[in-house]
Every structure is written in structure tokens, then in C-alpha cells.
């Protein structure tokens, strides 16, 4: 059966301090990635989205950026986080486009 | 943008009620899903619906589309506590690997 998981559980970060999440799927080959951002009580915000190693797609502009390393495993980066980065980051994975996808547990990340 | 809207944004009825929820989108799509996301957690796959269906059943949901009108609703027959959660519906970008959510109904069954 398939996986995700992502780490940190939780992360409380100084502004101006790096940021890397992971995401790692686990029984599945070649899946595509994406990464959400959650603001309290709202809905999800398309980050980034990847089909393949080294191919990342940016649905928003901003001090963030994305990386696929290997087939399974995805990372959300930043080199100076703002207050405004806060929130609850969702990674999740899909068979095909237009497929359900499966969602990790997330990282709720507090910038102070 | 795509971005799909639910109505209404909290509901709160009492155990054993018939729960509602709409989304409606701008664009034309492949498909429609519906995702639950209890308190802090990360969200869980309800069930999708292709456009060229109007309607899908999956235990005490059901799932409408209108693809004239750009909108869906998710019914929760005979709520439980335990159905207490927020609700999305999320729309592909009919071209793209994307999708997009709104911005969910938040649902309290009261015991």
C-alpha cells in the first residue's frame, strides 16, 4: 500500500530564518507531487506541483520554491521565511491528473 | 482563477439531518472531487464525479453536477457526530496537472 509522509509535525521558525519540509511517498513509482498551503481557516493554495524528477511547476510567486530530488520525495524551501508564510503545508500525491489525490498529515509552521 | 467557492461557509445541524453543501467553479473541467479535512489533519478523498456524470452515490453521500450551471452539491444523509468536519470541493484545471479548492463549508453535527 501507498504512503506519505511529511516532517516536521509542527515548526516554529524566527522571520528571516530557512525553511525545508520533506515530503517522502512510499509504495508508488513516479507519482505527481504537490505542494498546498492551508491559512487558518480557509482553504488550500496550489503551491507547487511536480510530474517528474527535477520538474516543478509554481502556481503562486514568492519566497518559496520546491524541489524533487528523487522520484518520491518532494521539499518545500525557503532562504528567508516572512510572518506571512505561516500556515498549515499539505503535500500530496497522485496516480494520474484529475485523480484523487492523497494528502500527508501536514506541517503547521509558525513564523514569529 | 479556478479556485472554486463553497456556500454556504458553516452549516450546523443536529444529528440524523440531511447535510447540504454547493461548490460552484468558473471553468470547464474533467472532473469534481469532494474532500473531508477534520480539525488539523490533512484531507481524505470523499468521491469524484467525471463531467460527463450528473449525479454519484458512495454510502450516505451523494454528489450532483451541473456542468451548465458550474456547480455541484454534496449531500451527508442521516448525519453523525462524527461526520463534524470541513468540507471541499476541488475542480481540475482542464488542462494542467492543478487542481484547485475552495474554500470549504465547515459542517457541525450536534449530538
Known amino acids: 500500500s501507498q504512503t506519505i509522509h511529511q516532517w516536521p509535525a509542527t515548526l516554529v521558525q524566527p522571520v528571516g530564518s530557512p525553511l525545508s519540509l520533506e515530503c517522502t511517498v512510499e509504495g508508488t513509482s513516479n507519482p505527481n507531487l504537490y505542494w498546498y498551503r492551508q491559512a487558518a481557516g480557509r482553504g488550500l493554495q496550489l503551491l507547487f506541483y511536480s510530474v517528474g524528477i527535477g520538474q516543478i511547476s509554481s502556481e503562486v510567486p514568492q519566497n518559496l520554491s520546491a524541489s524533487r530530488p528523487q522520484d518520491r520525495q518532494f521539499i518545500l524551501s525557503s532562504k528567508k521565511l516572512l510572518l506571512s508564510d505561516s500556515g498549515f503545508y499539505l503535500c500530496?500525491?497522485?496516480?494520474?491528473?484529475?485523480?484523487?489525490?492523497?494528502f500527508g498529515p501536514g506541517t503547521r509552521l509558525t513564523v514569529l | 482563477s479556478q479556485q472554486g467557492e463553497e456556500d454556504p461557509q458553516a452549516l450546523s445541524i443536529q444529528e440524523g439531518e440531511n447535510a447540504t453543501m454547493n461548490c460552484s467553479y468558473k471553468?470547464?473541467?474533467?472532473?469534481l472531487q469532494w474532500y473531508r479535512q477534520n480539525s488539523g489533519r490533512g484531507l481524505v478523498h470523499l468521491i469524484l464525479?467525471?463531467?460527463?456524470?450528473r449525479e454519484k452515490h458512495s454510502g450516505r453521500l451523494r454528489v450532483t453536477l451541473d456542468t451548465s450551471k458550474k456547480s455541484s452539491s454534496l449531500l451527508i444523509t442521516a448525519s453523525r457526530a462524527a461526520d463534524t468536519a470541513s468540507y471541499f470541493c476541488a475542480t481540475d484545471a482542464h488542462t494542467g496537472n492543478q487542481f484547485y479548492f475552495g474554500t470549504g463549508t465547515s459542517l457541525t453535527v450536534i449530538p
Open positions: 500530496a500525491w497522485s496516480w494520474e491528473p484529475y485523480n484523487e489525490q492523497f
Open positions: 471553468t470547464s473541467i474533467n472532473n
Open positions: 464525479i467525471r463531467s460527463n456524470e
